[in-house]
């Protein structure tokens, strides 16, 4: 069956670094564009990062852009988010996102890893 694990969430001070890891199985993972979501306490959902089947990176929120990159390593089935400069307001609950848009299959979703960013 379809699986996203995120890992790599945690507790870190301003100003510090973070790499997020979400392992893929269940589907032709080189085929899906993948995303980075998050939701912080009280607020939507919203869209962090994007790259695509191809590598091409996209949809990147203008609050994120200069500090965090997605990457994409389709022999291991893996998606990355490296987080730094990180700040208070990034503090959310960070979720992998696969989509196949050729094939309109997905949205599947990973159960999500919580990063939280204070002194």
């Known amino acids: 069956q379809v699986q996203l694990v995120e890992s790599g969430g945690g507790l870190v001070q301003p100003g510090g670094s973070l790499r997020l890891s979400c392992a893929a199985s269940?589907?032709?993972?080189?085929?899906?564009?993948m995303s980075w979501y998050r939701q912080a306490p009280g607020k939507e959902r919203e869209l962090v990062t994007t790259?695509?089947?191809?590598?091409?990176?996209?949809n990147t929120a203008d609050s994120v852009k200069g500090r965090f990159t997605i990457s994409r390593d389709n022999a291991k089935n893996t998606v990355y988010l490296q987080m730094n400069s990180l700040k208070p307001e990034d503090t959310a609950v960070y979720y992998c996102?696969?989509?196949?848009?050729?094939?309109?299959?997905?949205?599947?979703w990973g159960q999500g890893t919580q990063v939280t960013v204070s002194s």
């Open positions: 790259i695509t089947s191809a590598g091409r990176r996209t």
């Open positions: 269940g589907f032709t993972f080189s085929t899906y564009a």
């Open positions: 996102n696969a989509i196949n848009y050729g094939l309109r299959i997905g949205p599947y």
